[in-house]
């Protein structure tokens, strides 16, 4: 068990303990909760409830029972799914769920959209393989903004975000823009959007182009083949923006900025990656491909 190793060598000041939690991917708060219950099989139920209600909480009120268990683990408490779903009824927690997508874009019918190359294969082997991007828009107490940003296929990183007041062919070139100067590419990466005219635009062709960027759209009105970008803003629709709350442009930017950066990147577990966060999820292929026996 990962939280008595840590405790035998804390004991023996072989190691901090902020470098054995790192290494071992929990936190120091589990590690003092599994001290303090003195390892006990089945947990305190008051100390329960308080982990179920701070993961609920901190995860903006979208965790189900199986992301619950799953931190709950990493906090030192073993419990199941129907204990958790249990407590969670009794202390009044309800989950939110996804509204249906919202249709930004426009194409125009005079542009030239390159074929599907994509073809929905969302999960390359590598990163930097394959990204994809899209617009949504957010309402603020001033009018709407409009968030476009680019996500790594791999990982499903948020890697290049805009925000601005308007839908014009620079929203989404500086997004892309963004995730080439975090990135380093290599000619012949995949970019998929829809046939938005943001995406057809000279602009936006141009960077493709100069980078080696070969692009790859949806077909005619399907919107199941840029299913992972719907699937972000959905997201972010109802863990961040679905309170019904008005904020300004500028708290609007802040939140979304510190959502995706913070929280959405570095935090939040993902199903289709195993229940890892992105941040997560590329570390470990980075060490597996360094290290091909640890795979």
Not at 65 to 73: G, H, M, S, Y
Request: glycine fraction near 6%; charge should be positive.
């Amino acid at each position: 068990m990962r939280f008595r190793f840590i405790h035998a060598e804390r004991a023996a000041n072989n190691y901090p303990l902020w470098l054995l939690c790192k290494v071992l991917e929990v936190s120091r708060q589990g590690y003092y909760s599994w001290l303090n219950r003195g390892e006990r099989q089945a947990p305190d139920r008051e100390d329960l409830d308080e982990a179920i209600k701070e993961i609920h909480k901190d995860n903006r009120r979208c965790y189900g029972t199986r992301r619950q268990k799953l931190e709950l683990e990493k906090n030192g408490f073993k419990v199941g799914r129907r204990t958790i779903a249990q407590r969670m009824r009794r202390l009044g927690l309800k989950v939110r769920y996804p509204k249906a997508f919202r249709k930004t874009t426009e194409s125009d019918p005079s542009a030239t959209f390159a074929p599907n190359i994509l073809d929905r294969n969302f999960h390359p082997e590598q990163p930097n393989q394959a990204w994809c991007g899209d617009i949504s828009y957010i309402k603020t107490s001033s009018g709407f903004l409009y968030l476009a940003v680019v996500i790594d296929l791999h990982s499903r990183m948020i890697i290049g975000w805009s925000i601005q007041d308007n839908m014009r062919a620079g929203l989404v070139d500086d997004a892309l823009r963004m995730a080439l100067g975090r990135r380093e590419v290599k000619p012949g990466l995949i970019f998929h959007s829809d046939r938005g005219s943001q995406y057809t635009s000279a602009k936006f062709r141009e960077t493709c182009a100069q980078a080696g960027i070969i692009q790859s759209m949806s077909r005619k009105g399907n919107c199941w083949d840029n299913a992972v970008s719907e699937s972000f803003f959905s997201t972010i629709d109802r863990e961040l923006l679905s309170d019904g709350r008005s904020w300004s442009p500028s708290r609007s930017t802040l939140e979304i900025v510190t959502y995706i950066e913070t929280y959405y990147n570095r935090r939040r577990l993902h199903s289709t990656l195993g229940y890892q966060s992105p941040l997560e999820f590329e570390r470990k292929a980075l060490r597996n491909a360094a290290s091909p026996e640890a795979a």
